[in-house]
């Protein structure tokens, strides 16, 4: 019998004007865009943070501190690639990773298969769903002055996987 272990990310990042939108990868046409030192792809750092919880491996600014010139404006994809390698150095596979996305504007809803398909692609195995909400205008989210995601995901190691290949 394997091991599983379970993981949750969460990450919130301001809108500000003179930034592109990256979530999950993709780059998404709005007025605004997320501030931070990387790219600010808040999708992909809930997802990292979800996959370092599972593993017992700190969060993602220990990993890549943001006093590091070497992550300035890295695509967060990379960092994502990072820590799947980091897990498979250790024996973990990833089974799924699910996301809520908390988003007053814009609505996500037309990119949602491609953001599935890059963060897929980037963590190499493992299912992923992304789901999108508002507040209904409650807060600083709902005022449009930040995005926040919600991640978990589930992890194994020593398990065999073949019966789950339809999902992986
Ligand atoms: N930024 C967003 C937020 C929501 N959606 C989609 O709209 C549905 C309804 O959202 P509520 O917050 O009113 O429950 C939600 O289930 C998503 O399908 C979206 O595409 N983009
Ligand atoms: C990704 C890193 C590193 O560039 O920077 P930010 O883009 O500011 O993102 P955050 O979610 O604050 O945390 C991790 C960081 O160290």
């Known amino acids: 019998m394997g091991e ?5 990310g969460y990450d919130v990042h301001p809108l500000v004007e003179g930034r592109p939108l990256v979530l999950a ?9 997320l501030a931070g030192h ?5 999708i992909t ?9 599972a593993a017992g491996l700190k969060d993602i600014g220990q990993l890549f501190p943001d006093s590091d010139p070497r992550f ?7 960092l994502l690639k990072e820590v799947v390698d980091l897990l498979s150095e250790r024996g973990w596979r990833v089974i799924n990773v699910d996301v809520t996305v908390v988003c007053q504007s814009p609505k996500l809803a037309p990119y949602r298969e491609e953001m599935i398909r890059r963060l897929r ?16 205008h409650l807060g600083f989210i709902g005022r449009g002055e930040a995005i926040a995601a919600h991640a978990v995901s589930l992890i ?3 398990q065999d996987l073949t019966g789950c290949r339809d999902r992986l």
């Open 38 to 42: 990387s790219d600010a792809d808040v």
């Open 121 to 136: 692609e980037a963590m190499g195995e493992g299912a992923v769903n992304i789901k999108a909400t508002t507040t209904e």
């Open 45 to 53: 750092h809930a997802v990292c943070d979800a996959l370092l919880g």
């Open 156 to 158: 194994t190691k020593g």
């Open 4 to 8: 599983l272990r379970v993981g949750h």
């Open 25 to 33: 990868g993709v780059a998404i046409p709005f007025e605004k865009g």
């Open 72 to 78: 300035r404006g890295i695509e967060s994809l990379k």
